[in-house]
């Protein structure tokens, strides 16, 4: 079963415009949440995290939101730009130390002119 | 720019045939994951371990797939006999201790004809 879930397979936005990339979850000992961005022929490269003591976390023009009641977290990119185009994994740890990460699906965003 | 190195980049075979991948991790990083991504599955965690031993390998199919640390230079993932249904891209990754800090390979793509 899929523990962590990108319903969303692909993305559209204009150039300028917020992006929104949503992520569900269903196991509740998940307490840390990463993002990671992949270009094609490369590996995924880490973007973002967040703690679950915090629902919260910018840098730059990116911020996750965490909800943990609703067990889904969401990445927001403002202004969105053309290099942003390339896939997003959400990612999850089930707590503090084991070193496992699963990944969603992904969302393949394509920020257009 | 320390990097996880990846070899082969793509490898194309014959059903039946062994197929061995090869990942060098980063100097000093601890734990070596190996991931597959498949459009229905996204990143799957295969295997991975910690100061070379294996911690988990739940994510593997046992009757045909192996994975190896020989030294702390070398990670190894093999698969005999290789199925069409293995055709994937294959990640390595890399980091120390904890979920932050994970560096991907470029991965191998594997086509099983």
């Known amino acids: 079963d899929q523990q962590v879930k990108q319903n969303s397979p692909s993305l559209s936005v204009q150039e300028g415009r917020i992006s929104i990339l949503n992520c569900d979850y269903t196991?509740?000992?998940?307490?840390?949440f990463l993002w990671y961005k992949k270009y094609p022929a490369e590996g995924p490269t880490f973007l973002i995290s967040?703690?679950?003591?915090?629902d919260k976390n910018e840098d730059g023009r990116f911020t996750v939101f965490l909800n943990k009641s609703a067990k889904h977290l969401s990445l927001h990119i403002v202004p969105s730009q053309p290099g942003d185009s390339a896939v997003y994994f959400c990612a999850a740890s089930a707590g503090w130390g084991t070193d496992k990460l699963i990944f969603g699906t992904g969302t393949r965003l394509q920020v257009f002119p | 720019d320390a990097r996880v190195t990846q070899t082969p980049r793509h490898k194309v075979t014959e059903m039946g045939q062994e197929v061995t991948m090869r990942c060098q991790p980063i100097?000093?990083?601890?734990?070596v994951f190996w991931y597959r991504q498949t459009m229905m599955q996204g990143l799957e965690l295969l295997a991975y371990f910690r100061n070379r031993a294996p911690l988990d390998d739940s994510g593997m199919p046992k009757d045909r797939f192996s994975a190896e640390m020989p030294d702390a230079t070398l990670a190894t993932l093999k698969i005999q006999p290789s199925e069409p249904r293995d055709s994937a891209v294959y990640f390595c990754?890399?980091?120390?201790?904890?979920?932050?800090?994970?560096?991907f390979g470029s991965g191998t793509r594997l086509t099983v004809v």
């Open positions: 967040i703690s679950s003591i915090k």
């Open positions: 100097l000093g990083h601890n734990t």
């Open positions: 990754a890399s980091g120390p201790t904890g979920v932050d800090g994970y560096t």
């Open positions: 196991n509740s000992m998940f307490d840390y």
